[in-house]
C-alpha cells in the first residue's frame, strides 16, 4: 500500500465499530484501521478457513474450521 498524502481524508472516519480521529495523518490512520482489522473477531475464523481450504481440504467442517480459529495463541 502505497499511503498519498493529497488524497487523504483528514476528518474523522468511521470504520468497523471504530472512529479513526480527526487530524490524523495517512500513516496513522492506516495503522488505527489495520489494528482493528487485525484485532476483529472474524479475523481467525476466516483465515483459518482459508488456509485449510488451501492446504488441507477444499470443504472444511464447521466444527474443524472452528479448532482451528480457536487454536490463536495470545
Sequence with gaps: ???????????????????????????QSLAIALDRLFNHQNLCPFIGRQLIQRLVTSNPSAAYSGRVAASRTQ
Design 1 to 27: 500500500m502505497k499511503m498519498y498524502a493529497n488524497y487523504h481524508e483528514t476528518g474523522a472516519k468511521p470504520f468497523l465499530g471504530t472512529t479513526i480521529p480527526a487530524g490524523t495523518s495517512g500513516e
